[in-house]
């Protein structure tokens, strides 16, 4: 079964797409067949793996409702990139009906052929959003440790996933909510933000923390995933830890 997972969060710089980019690496050197979706007009996931958008982008599948564009960056692990020109399909696409299943109809053709497909989101709960949710089973929440605010914003999309969204999608569940940015020189706020989330998410909080640091924000300027770029850094186990956690979270079911 192919586990579909958005990785989100209302809020910008706290994480996604970092996490989508590393963590799919991760699941794909358990030799786990992966996709990760740039499903953001930013593009950055597109530019943090270096990628060139010469042969479409997740905005011709929005458009077209055809396959989305794969490039393959290893046998494990693909990317479908995008570009600025998804910003318009917001306005484009809000007079057709389906316009929440869009990304869902193009995901479909070639969903079989992996066993782990990662979307990673603007930050905003719009029309991306919702149809990296409608397309999801599961859904990943990224909260910036170093941030008192870190839990208004994960709050907004559980709330989101869990009342609006059951109408159109009742199978989608909470896959956990990650901390990233942790700091732990930063005692009061890191651990204010910590307990909180513990207090209010005792189930959905990954125990693996990511922690800040500087490789991560290094690695995209390479176009590299972090287990290209630093494999032995504490920044390659971080996410090394996390795909472990979520594939225990999963069950570590049948796969490719
Ligand atoms: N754990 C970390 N330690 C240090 N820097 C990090 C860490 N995680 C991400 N970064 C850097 O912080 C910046 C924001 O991260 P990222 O792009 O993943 O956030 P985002 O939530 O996807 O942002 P946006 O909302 O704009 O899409 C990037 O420059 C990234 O390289
Ligand atoms: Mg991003």
Known sequence: MTEIIAVLNRKGGVGK?????????????????????????????????????????????????????????????????????????????????????????????????????????????????ANALTSASRYIITAQSGSAYSNSGVEDVKQLADTKLKRINKDISCLGILLTFHDAKEKVVASVVYKDLQDNYPDELFETKIRYLTLLKQAPYAGMDIF????????????????????????NGKFH
Not at 50 to 77: N, S
């Open 17 to 129: 797409t970092t996490t989508t980019i590393n963590l799919g690496k991760a699941l794909s050197l358990h030799k786990k067949k992966v996709l990760v979706i740039d499903n953001d007009p930013q593009a950055n996931l597109t530019q943090g793996l270096g990628l060139e958008a010469d042969g479409g982008t997740v905005y011709d599948a929005y458009k077209t409702g055809g396959p989305l564009p794969v490039i393959e960056i290893d046998a494990y692990f693909h990317a479908t990139p995008s570009s600025s020109l998804l910003e318009t399909i917001q306005n484009e696409a809000m007079n057709d009906l389906d316009w929440n299943y869009k990304l869902l109809d193009a995901i479909e053709p070639i969903r079989a052929q992996y066993d782990f497909i990662l979307i990673d989101c603007p930050p905003s709960l719009g029309m991306l959003t």
């Open 228 to 251: 290209s770029y630093a494999p032995s850094s504490n920044a390659a186990k971080d996410y090394a830890a996390l795909s472990k956690e979520v594939l225990k979270r999963i069950g």
